[in-house]
């Protein structure tokens, strides 16, 4: 594909140097005074980085251009990397709409804004798609992508076979949500950690260290929901979901934030879902390999 990389700050530069490790030909733009000399010196440090990952990049695919019409005359995917402002991002979007083919993809590399709400002013709104990395996106492969109602699905999987020819790992979600799934959970996770703090009950420091020896660990291996499986797994019948102990989980008093009752309609989303996890869930040995991986490299650091 032909990609153009709109904003070539800390996101839009990781994003750069990703592209540079496909088979695409690669433009990049920036509206700031010297954004080449800062883009290239950042290439500098992560094309090292990619290497080591067996990703080496193609300068040579990648062109710096003089103008957003330059930069995206031709492209088949815009990645749009403006600050997370919802007026500054709509002006773009518009601008690029404008002047990128008409069946070309843009996508909005927004931490939590809505896709209709960036789209909200371009004639085809089914063009655009939220694909938000993670920083840095040339090291962290997952992803959240989410389409605008409008957006073809054919359009959505064509965008999705491109990252993950990149090495990325995109998670498609059905529901456009502020903030996503990551940054979601990660404000629970901060919210609670100075809830704490402002009792007196954890100073940042053992909150980090607490993260980073413990559940972040774990994470690496087993997502949260994966890793809390296994602690009611052995006490359910197959097929089964043990109320009393599923209701601990939701409404016991280690959070602030309340959860959600165990109703019937909830156990019936939960059961499919519970048993297809189980199904691919690590046995205890090659879990636990995992784990000593993880501890070596982190350890080795």
Not at 23 to 49: I, K, S
Not at 245 to 270: E, F, N, V, Y
């Amino acid at each position: 594909m032909r990609i153009a990389c709109i904003g070539t700050g800390t996101i839009g530069a990781s994003w750069v140097a990703l592209f540079i490790t496909g088979t695409h030909e690669v433009t990049a733009w920036d509206p700031a005074t010297g954004w080449q000399g800062r883009l290239l010196a950042a290439l500098d440090r992560y094309e090292p980085q990619l290497q080591e990952l067996q990703m080496p990049t193609v300068r040579s695919r990648l062109r710096l251009c003089a103008s957003l019409g330059e930069a995206v005359a031709e492209a088949e995917l815009v990645q749009e990397n403006a600050p997370e402002q919802i007026d500054v991002k709509r002006a773009l979007v518009r601008e690029i709409a404008s002047l990128a083919p008409l069946d070309s993809i843009i996508a909005s590399s927004t931490s939590g804004l809505l896709p209709a709400d960036i789209a909200r002013d371009i004639p085809n709104p089914g063009r655009l798609l939220v694909a938000h990395p993670f920083s840095p996106p040339h090291l962290v492969p997952a992803m959240e992508i989410v389409g605008t109602p409008e957006m073809p699905t054919e359009r959505l999987e064509a965008a999705v076979e491109f990252y993950r020819s990149i090495g990325k790992q995109p998670v498609v979600m059905s529901h456009a949500i502020p903030g996503f799934i990551g940054n979601r959970l990660q404000a629970a996770m901060w919210r609670e950690g100075f809830h704490m703090i402002a009792a007196g009950e954890a100073t940042m420091e053992e909150i980090d260290n607490i993260i980073k020896g413990g559940p972040g660990l774990r994470y690496g291996i087993s997502g949260p929901c994966e890793a809390q499986l296994g602690w009611v797994d052995r006490r359910e019948a197959p097929g089964e979901i043990d109320e009393e102990r599923w209701s601990i989980l939701m409404q016991t008093d280690w959070s602030r934030l309340p959860g959600p009752p165990l109703t019937d309609a909830l156990r019936d989303i939960l059961r499919p879902q519970l048993l297809a996890a189980r199904a691919k869930r690590l046995t205890d040995d090659a879990w636990e390999k995992r784990l000593i991986a993880v501890r070596r490299a982190v350890k080795n650091i």
